[in-house]
């Protein structure tokens, strides 16, 4: 059994960065360098894709540049009232259609946002190694983040992530301040089952 000092545990053994990684909303309001934004990125560039086809894209904005506030109008007010203290603010976006190999023309990736997910997930954990936290959010302005950052047709918006230093929690609304804690995941036997679809 693996057992992170974030009081989690695994019921089967794995790396402790799975139970280390945890998504906070208390930050330091610390900048981040770009470099080492851009190395979080390098990490999603190697996630798995269909094909190799790679759809996921990435925008972003880091505390102190000009992008900052613009990025910020992005989110929803819940998620802007805590984000706001991130040192960056990152959207993710894929890609809806490829060209197989050997073909000419497009057709639709049905697997786009499962591939995105993937370097999402490759982001979060290198942040996580490299002594940084993310948050990932639903409660985003699609609109406006089409416009703002003129998207065409053919990607998909599909969340946003706050990445930052771990803060203290008190800053946060008390009723955010309970809540700044790993989360427990639900056993594997819930999720998973051999030769079975588990509901």
């Known amino acids: 059994m693996s ?10 053994p794995i790396d402790i960065q799975f139970l280390n ?10 900048t981040i360098p770009e470099s080492t934004l851009l190395t979080f990125f390098e990490a999603a560039r190697w ?4 094909y190799n086809s790679q759809p996921w894209r990435f925008a972003y904005a880091r505390r102190g540049t000009e992008h900052w506030t613009r990025f910020l109008e992005y989110l929803n007010d819940f998620n802007r ?20 190999p050997g073909a000419t023309a497009e057709v639709p990736a049905v697997t786009h946002s499962f591939d ?12 996580s190694l490299s002594g940084w936290h993310t948050h990932g959010m639903a409660g ?23 990445v930052g230093r771990l803060g203290d929690k008190s800053l946060l609304p008390e009723q955010l301040q ?20 588990v509901p």
């Open 140 to 162: 985003i302005e699609r609109d406006k983040i089409r416009q703002g950052l003129a998207v065409p047709d053919g990607y998909s918006i599909e969340a946003a992530v706050a």
């Open 178 to 197: 309970v809540r700044e804690v790993p989360s427990p995941r639900k056993p594997v036997a819930e999720f998973a089952g051999e030769g079975r679809f």
């Open 47 to 50: 996630a798995p894709s269909s």
């Open 21 to 30: 990684r945890w998504s906070p909303r208390a930050f330091t309001e610390e």
């Open 81 to 100: 009232s805590w984000a706001q203290h991130a040192a960056a603010v990152v959207i993710v976006l894929s890609k809806d259609n490829f060209t197989p």
């Open 3 to 12: 057992t992170s000092n974030a009081a989690r545990s695994a019921e089967h």
């Open 116 to 127: 995105t997910g993937s370097a999402w997930a490759y982001f979060a954990l290198q942040a």
